[in-house]
C-alpha cells in the first residue's frame, strides 16, 4: 500500500515531538528536591529522634522576639491535650510555675491565672489571660491565647497538638510564645529560657503524660 509523502512527514515530526516531551518529562522526574522539601523532611528526621527544636522570630514593635519550639511525645494527641487544656493544674504539671487557677470557662473561652517562678533576684510574673480551645478530633487540638491583664506588656501565645504518625500514637507537639515583661529580664536569663527552659519544658512534659 502507497502512504503519501505529507503522511510520512506528519508521523515523523510526531514522533520527534513525542521524543522531546518524553526527554522533558524524564528531565523533570530526575531533578532533585527542593531545599524546602529537603529542610522539611531534615526536620521531621530530627523531630522524629527526639529532638526538640527552638527557633525565634523579631517581632515588630516587641523588645522580645517571638520563640517557637517543637518536640514529638510519644503518647496520643487526646493524652497531651488533657494536661494542656487544663490551666489550673499548671502548677503541677508545668515547670517554674508557682501558682495557676482557672477563673472561667465559657463555651471553648477559658480565663486563667498563671504566676511563673523567675529567678531571684527578680520578681515572680503573673499574667490573666483569655484561651480559646479548639479541637478537630483526629486532626488538631489547639490552646491560643492573649493577655488580659498583669505583670506584661505583652502576652500572647499557643499550644497545638497535630498527630505525627499515621496510628495517632505520637504527638507533634508546637508551643508558640512572645510575652514581653514589665520589667527588664537580662539577656543571659532570656538567652537560658530559649536553650534550656524551653527544652525543660518538653521534656517534664514527656515524663508528665508517662
Request: proline share 7%; aromatic share 6%; net charge positive.
Amino acid at each position: 500500500m502507497n502512504v503519501p509523502l505529507h503522511a510520512v512527514t506528519v508521523s515523523g515530526r510526531a514522533l520527534a515531538l513525542f521524543g522531546v516531551l518524553l526527554t522533558a518529562s524524564s528531565a523533570l522526574a530526575a531533578e532533585p528536591a527542593s531545599p524546602a522539601a529537603d529542610e522539611k523532611a531534615d526536620t521531621r528526621a530530627r523531630l522524629d529522634g527526639g529532638e526538640i527544636i527552638v527557633q525565634t522570630t523579631p517581632v515588630e514593635g516587641s523588645g522580645v522576639p517571638k520563640i517557637k519550639a517543637m518536640g514529638v511525645v510519644d503518647a496520643p494527641p487526646a493524652a497531651i491535650w488533657a494536661v494542656i487544656e487544663r490551666c489550673g493544674d499548671y502548677k503541677k504539671t508545668m515547670i517554674r510555675t508557682a501558682e495557676s487557677v482557672e477563673l472561667s470557662r465559657k463555651g471553648n473561652v477559658v480565663r486563667c491565672r498563671v504566676t511563673i517562678e523567675l529567678p531571684f533576684p527578680l520578681k515572680n510574673l503573673t499574667a490573666t489571660t483569655d484561651a480559646i480551645h479548639t479541637v478537630v478530633p483526629g486532626k488538631k487540638w489547639q490552646r491560643r491565647w492573649t493577655l488580659v491583664e498583669g505583670d506584661y506588656v505583652r502576652n500572647s501565645g499557643s499550644w497545638t497538638l497535630l498527630p505525627f504518625d499515621d496510628e495517632g500514637k505520637r504527638t507533634l507537639v508546637i508551643y508558640e510564645v512572645n510575652a514581653e515583661p514589665k520589667i527588664a529580664i537580662p539577656d543571659s536569663i532570656q538567652r537560658a529560657a530559649q536553650k534550656k527552659s524551653l527544652p525543660n519544658l518538653f521534656e517534664h512534659l514527656r515524663e508528665t503524660i508517662h
